[in-house]
Structure formats: structure tokens, C-alpha cells
Antibody
Framework: EVQLQESGPGLVKPSQSLSLTCSVT????????WGWIRKFPGNKMEWMGY???????SYNPSLKSRISITRDTSKNQFFLQLNSVTTEDTATYYC???????????WGQGVMVTVSS | DIVLTQSPATLSVTPGESVSLSCRAS??????IHWYQQKSNESPRLLIK???QSISGIPSRFSGSGSGTDFTLSINRVESEDFSVYYC?????????FGAGTKLELK
């Protein structure tokens, strides 16, 4: 069974970087696509970006140059880094398998990240 | 970006009723729409892919229809476990976008 689990700090200071890890079991990240999605307070959902089986990436333009998604295939993990965070980046962050770039069929449990001084 | 407008924002029903939730796209997107259910404190769950294709393990009371700009998620005879928030998501173009959600609540 495909399982994903996010990990990382729950509190980040403004202007710092947010870094999260998604650990995947039951499926190799060298197959398919893998994405990050966040849900803001108030329920708005935002697709942040993905990394593909080959390591190519695509990001939401709304995040401009602040975002980076990378991976460690030896550990079957992929990562999210979001730079220069503000309070508007406070959200629950999910990693998910992104079935060939269409829909998200397996999700992590989510990690709530608060940006506050 | 493609904007997905879900309506209504909240739908109050009693168990046993059948309901339809709407998702309208700002431009034609063929059948590139997917539906999710999210219960409180849980991760989203994929219900329907590509507008009408069923997902293994999802109860048959959930069905989807539509193409182009107008899409519908139907729940035949709502059960108590169905009270949650429902989202649509498009995969027609980048960036992928989600609707704002419809909350299905107990009347």
C-alpha cells in the first residue's frame, strides 16, 4: 500500500525558510509524480508544485522563486522548501502522489505549519 | 489560471436525501476534473477522477458527470459519514487549481 508521511517543524519565523520532508513507502518515487498541496485556514486549497519520476519539477507561479522541490531517491523521500515565509504561508501542508500529473490519489496526513515570530 | 466555482458553499440535508454539488470552470476543460472529500482532521480522499470515473473502494452512491465547463458530483441517499467538505480540482492546465469547496452539513 502506498503511504506518505510529512515531517518538519510546526513553527517557522517570518522571513525564514520552511522545510518539509515527505517519506514514501510502498511505491518508488522514481515512478510517477509527487506533489505538495497546502490548505489555508478557511479551507482554500493551493497546488504548490510537483517533482516527477525523472526529477523534473513544476511550480505554481504564485510562489514565484520562493519554492523548491527536491528528492532523495535512496531514502524514497521528497522535500519542500519555501523561502522568505510570511504569516500568509500559515497552512496545513500535504504531500501526495500525483497520478501522472492529473489527480492526487494518495495523501499524507498533513502537517500544520504556523508562521509567527 | 482556471477558476473553479463550487456551489452551493454549504448544503444542509438530512440523511437519505440525494444531493448534487456543482463545479463550474472558467473555461472549457474537457473532463479534466476530479473530486475529493475531506472530513475534519483528515486528509482529502479522491472520490471521482476525470469527471465520471469511479475509484476503487469508494461507495457506489458517489457519482460524477459533466464535461466542458459544468460538472456535478452526486450523492445518492446521503449517509451520516458523508457530512464533510467536497472539493473539485482541474488537471487541464497548469497551475492545477481547486474549487473553494462545498460543505455538506446535517440539517
Amino acid at each position: 500500500e502506498v503511504q506518505l508521511q510529512e515531517s518538519g517543524p510546526g513553527l517557522v519565523k517570518p522571513s525564514q525558510s520552511l522545510s518539509l520532508t515527505c517519506s514514501v513507502t510502498g511505491y518508488s518515487i522514481t515512478s510517477n509524480y509527487w506533489g505538495w498541496i497546502r490548505k489555508f485556514p478557511g479551507n482554500k486549497m493551493e497546488w504548490m508544485g510537483y517533482i516527477s519520476y525523472s526529477g523534473s519539477t513544476s511550480y505554481n507561479p504564485s510562489l514565484k522563486s520562493r519554492i523548491s522541490i527536491t528528492r532523495d531517491t535512496s531514502k524514497n523521500q521528497f522535500f519542500l522548501q519555501l523561502n522568505s515565509v510570511t504569516t500568509e504561508d500559515t497552512a496545513t501542508y500535504y504531500c501526495a502522489r500525483y497520478d501522472y500529473g492529473s489527480f492526487f490519489d494518495y495523501w499524507g496526513q498533513g502537517v500544520m505549519v504556523t508562521v509567527s515570530s | 489560471d482556471i477558476v473553479l466555482t463550487q456551489s452551493p458553499a454549504t448544503l444542509s440535508v438530512t440523511p437519505g436525501e440525494s444531493v448534487s454539488l456543482s463545479c463550474r470552470a472558467s473555461q472549457g476543460i474537457s473532463t479534466s476534473i476530479h473530486w475529493y472529500q475531506q472530513k475534519s482532521n483528515e486528509s482529502p480522499r479522491l472520490l471521482i477522477k476525470f469527471a465520471s470515473q469511479s475509484i476503487s473502494g469508494i461507495p457506489s452512491r458517489f457519482s460524477g458527470s459533466g464535461s466542458g465547463t459544468d460538472f456535478t458530483l452526486s450523492i445518492n441517499r446521503v449517509e451520516s459519514e458523508d457530512f464533510s467538505v467536497y472539493y473539485c480540482q482541474q488537471s487541464y492546465s497548469l497551475p492545477r487549481t481547486f474549487g473553494a469547496g462545498t460543505k455538506l452539513e446535517l440539517k
